[in-house]
């Protein structure tokens, strides 16, 4: 069982950077056909200031940052958990090169199946270097215990 004592507790914030030919694979990568998401004078003649993040993509910058820390703390093994939900509330664009600070806490963690299986709700709000609010990030883990 994970320790539930976690719930609430936020985790060490960090910031990412994402690059243009990050954001160009990535839309390649997801069938994003928009010119926008993968030439940059696309984007400026759309009216942004650089390649917009596409879609998801917050997700991936989330990953880069070396999070193993709490996850053990809690009880968490990595061979034994699965990526099971993933939700995003957008609230602006974000672009190539704009540094944005990653702030997350544990929401949540519950058991089903009788404790066979336990899930960690991870909230994260991204903001840009101005402090706007760029997007909430929700993960869900499922942990196989046993």
Same mark, same amino acid.
């Given at each position: 069982?994970?320790?539930? /004592?976690?719930?609430?507790?936020?985790? $060490? /914030?960090?910031?990412? &950077?994402?690059?243009?030919?990050?954001?160009?694979?990535?839309?390649?990568?997801?069938? +994003?056909?928009? /010119?926008?998401?993968?030439?940059?004078?696309?984007?400026?003649?759309? #009216?942004? $200031? %650089?390649? $917009? @993040? $596409?879609?998801?993509? @917050?997700?991936?910058?989330?990953? &880069?940052?070396?999070?193993?820390?709490?996850?053990?703390?809690?009880?968490?093994?990595?061979?034994?958990? =699965?990526?099971? +939900?993933?939700?995003?509330?957008?609230?602006?664009?974000?672009?190539? #090169?704009?540094? =944005?600070?990653?702030?997350?806490?544990?929401?949540?963690?519950?058991?089903?199946?009788? #404790?066979? =299986?336990?899930?960690?709700?991870? +909230? &994260?709000?991204? &903001? %840009?270097?101005?402090?706007?609010?760029?997007?909430?990030?929700?993960?869900?883990?499922?942990?196989? %215990?046993?």
């Amino acid at each position: 069982m994970l320790n539930k /004592s976690f719930i609430g507790r936020a985790l $060490p /914030s960090f910031h990412a &950077t994402a690059e243009a030919g990050q954001l160009a694979l990535f839309a390649k990568a997801t069938g +994003e056909t928009r /010119s926008e998401y993968i030439d940059e004078s696309a984007a400026r003649d759309a #009216g942004h $200031p %650089n390649l $917009p @993040l $596409p879609p998801t993509f @917050l997700f991936s910058l989330e990953l &880069t940052y070396p999070s193993a820390g709490w996850r053990q703390e809690i009880g968490i093994e990595a061979s034994r958990i =699965l990526h099971g +939900e993933q939700s995003f509330t957008y609230h602006r664009l974000a672009y190539a #090169g704009e540094k =944005l600070l990653f702030e997350s806490g544990i929401a949540d963690i519950y058991d089903k199946k009788g #404790g066979a =299986l336990s899930f960690v709700v991870r +909230e &994260t709000r991204v &903001t %840009n270097a101005r402090g706007e609010h760029v997007a909430d990030l929700r993960s869900v883990l499922v942990h196989r %215990n046993g």
